[in-house]
């Protein structure tokens, strides 16, 4: 079977991780990497670096797949509206690992990303850009809006609502039901036991609104 062509942008551990799924997942070709400082000697996992971005506006690239290894969720949305300006063509690939287990009536998203031993349980959407880390879980009729990510061994019991934007720390776990707002951070370790406004970073045992947070405002 031919393979479509794939580019991932952004060159750090996280693309090292994409990479790995691209190659277990054996459905792209990797052409390489891009960056916005591109050093064109460096090697990652053995995949060059094709320059930065403005590459992608030459139409070469109209029928690549893109993927955004970027793992900061506002700045990933800011690369993905540059490169949509740049070429309104290019289509975001999104990238499940193998051992992944999603259940039957789970909807995906574009440009996300599912890693090892990641479980999406039934009825659950996981919206566009979003990520779902190593060993995370989202229980049944889960929402993760679009540009969310669950850190690895994040949990979420059922129907829980995850807002845009809202990063669910390392090992953070959300009990079922619960809606947390958009633009949030839950903290690593967290126990989430009732629902969160907007804008909240998260954290403890049980979790509390610590501080109220900008939109964009830097957290890994
Ligand atoms: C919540 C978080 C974003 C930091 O929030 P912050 O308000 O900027 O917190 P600070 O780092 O300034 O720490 C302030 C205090 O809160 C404590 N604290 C920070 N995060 C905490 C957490 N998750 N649980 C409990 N206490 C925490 C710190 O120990 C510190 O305590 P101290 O004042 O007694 O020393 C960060 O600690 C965190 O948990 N990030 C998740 C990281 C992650 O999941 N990474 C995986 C990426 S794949």
Known sequence: MKKEKLIIIGASGHA??????????????????????????????????????????????????????????????????????????????????????IAKGVKIGDGVCIMAGAIVNSDSSIENFTIINTKASMDHDGY????????PNATTGGNVSIGNFTSVGISATIKHGVQIGAHGVIGGGALVLKNFEDNQVIYGVPATAIRSRIMGEKYL
């Open 144 to 151: 993760l809006g679009a540009f969310a990510s669950l850190a």
């Open 16 to 101: 090292k991780v994409i990479i790995d799924i691209v190659e277990k997942q054996d459905k792209y070709e990797l052409l390489g990497l891009i960056e916005s400082n591109p050093n064109l000697e460096k090697k990652v996992l053995g995949y060059g670096i094709l320059g930065d971005e403005s590459i992608l506006s030459e139409s070469i690239y109209n029928d690549v797949y893109l993927f955004i290894a970027i793992g900061d969720n506002w700045i990933r949305h800011l690369v993905k509206d540059k490169i949509s300006t740049l070429n309104p063509f290019i289509k975001f690939a999104t990238l499940i690992h193998p051992s992944a287990q």
